[in-house]
Structure formats: structure tokens, C-alpha cells
Nanobody, 120 residues
Framework: VQLQASGGGLVQAGGSLRLSCAAS????????MAWYRRTPGNQRELVAS???????NYADSVKDRFAISRDITKNTVALQMNSLEPEDTAVYYC???????????????WGQGTLVTVSS
């Protein structure tokens, strides 16, 4: 299973970016897809998650600014980031809990990370 993330870049404070992530490979279904970030101070935090049933969860710091969405049929997840702040500067990682084909159980996978830089 591979997760391919895209959409990072440089934006001014107050601007918007949209991250996308596509999962491919030996996938039966995906229980949860999420976005994490690692800040320049090297702390990793959960930004947002979306379960297959539709429920979502957000870090307090991004509520009302970010929105996560999934396309179950395409195994994709997106993160719309609005009103970006310099504190949002980080490497963002796509994450997925994948139920594998062929009764191979459930495993967690990570994308390669995409850099988001917000200038003040």
C-alpha cells in the first residue's frame, strides 16, 4: 500500500491550501484516514481524521479553519486549510488504517510528507 500526498507549498498568513492524498495497493477498505503534522520544533500532532462511517475529528488549533474530506470509493482524503497561520507551518503527513485484501489484517501506513510554509 502506498499513500501519495500532494498540495503543500508556501502561502501568506490568511491564505488557503488544499492537501490531497491517494491510497493505492492491496486495499480492501480503509477504516480511517488522517492528516498529521510535524512542526519545526519536531512535535508530531494529529491535525484531522475521518472515519469510514463519516465521523471526523480535529485538533483544537485547526477547528473552524480546516476541513477534512474523504472519497471512500477512490481511497482519497483531502485537507482544506483556510485562514492559515504561521503556526501551521509543518510537514504534513497522510495516514491510513488499511484493511488489506486476502485476510492480511489491518495495517497503518504513512505518506511521504508534504511541506506547508506559512509566512507572516
Amino acid at each position: 500500500v502506498q499513500l501519495q500526498a500532494s498540495g503543500g507549498g508556501l502561502v501568506q498568513a490568511g491564505g488557503s491550501l488544499r492537501l490531497s492524498c491517494a491510497a493505492s495497493g492491496n486495499i480492501f477498505s480503509i477504516k480511517q484516514m488522517a492528516w498529521y503534522r510535524r512542526t519545526p520544533g519536531n512535535q508530531r500532532e494529529l491535525v484531522a481524521s475521518a472515519m469510514s462511517g463519516g465521523s471526523t475529528n480535529y485538533a483544537d488549533s485547526v477547528k473552524d479553519r480546516f476541513a477534512i474530506s474523504r472519497d471512500i470509493t477512490k481511497n482519497t482524503v483531502a485537507l482544506q486549510m483556510n485562514s492559515l497561520e504561521p503556526e501551521d507551518t509543518a510537514v504534513y503527513y497522510c495516514n491510513a488504517h488499511v484493511v488489506l485484501l486476502g485476510n492480511h489484517g489491518t495495517r497503518e501506513y504513512w505518506g511521504q510528507g508534504t511541506l506547508v510554509t506559512v509566512s507572516s
